[in-house]
């Protein structure tokens, strides 16, 4: 009878330890703060409306230069990449130092010009680029759904180079080229989502938006739209 006891104890000691295995495991959260580290890659489309094109005919009507059979045609998308440090403070907030680089809006006219004093008409192509890039400082909002998905929301700025490249070429020979470079801080916004593949890498995908990117080089109305991929590792 007193070995009852004892059957009784190790029988539950047994129900225990087989409940304690079955249990699962608890996981390391996913949105932890510390520092990490991203890159991403996408597609930058410029709001053009025309207006390159139609400047640089007009520099041919401003300096009396007559021609002929114009044909314009603009890029307004190119490649977009970012190199990114950051830190998470907190589950629902972040800030981030990025290299960004938007790609190239650019523009391209032919037509053949009558130069003054000459008989002829001579095939001419210009074209215009105008290049977004610099470092941006953005503080980051999260809201996390779940373990391993979260939506966020970004604000920021972008401390930007601008440059405007000029090339004329006569008739297949570089006639005239030339370049404006400026600097402008450019806010930046912008909305997102992550899914955390395990406790240390993540895939992003994101919208920004800029807003007077052009103004430096009196390109007043030129915004432009991003979107991207991203890959994030945690440290």
Do not use: W
Not at 129 to 142: C, E, M, S, Y
């Amino acid at each position: 009878m007193k070995q009852i006891p004892v059957i009784v104890v190790v029988i539950l000691g047994l129900a225990l330890g087989e409940l304690a295995h079955a249990a699962p495991k608890k996981q390391r959260k996913q949105n932890r703060v510390g520092p990490y580290a991203a890159i991403n890659a996408g597609m930058t489309e410029y709001s053009d409306d025309g207006q390159n094109a139609q400047a640089m005919l007009d520099i041919f009507t401003n300096n009396n230069i007559a021609y002929q059979n114009p044909v314009s045609q603009t890029d307004k998308t190119d490649i977009s990449y970012q190199l990114t440090f950051g830190y998470r403070f907190h589950r629902f907030f972040a800030a981030e130092i990025a290299l960004a680089d938007y790609g190239t809006l650019t523009t391209t006219t032919q037509a053949d010009l009558l130069y003054p004093d000459q008989a002829n008409y001579f095939a001419t192509t210009n074209k215009l680029g105008f290049k977004v890039a610099g470092p941006q400082i953005t503080a980051i909002g999260i809201l996390p759904i779940n373990n391993s998905f979260e939506l966020y929301g970004r604000f920021g700025y972008l401390f930007a180079s601008t440059t405007q490249d000029f090339t004329s070429k006569v008739e297949g020979n570089t006639a005239r080229s030339g370049s404006n470079h400026d600097n402008a801080n450019l806010p930046v916004i912008g909305i997102g989502m992550s899914f955390n593949l395990n406790e240390v890498y993540s895939i992003r995908a994101e919208y920004d938006r800029l807003t007077d990117v052009g103004k430096s080089v009196e390109l007043a109305n030129e915004d432009m739209q991003v979107a991207h991929l991203g890959f994030l590792m945690r440290f």
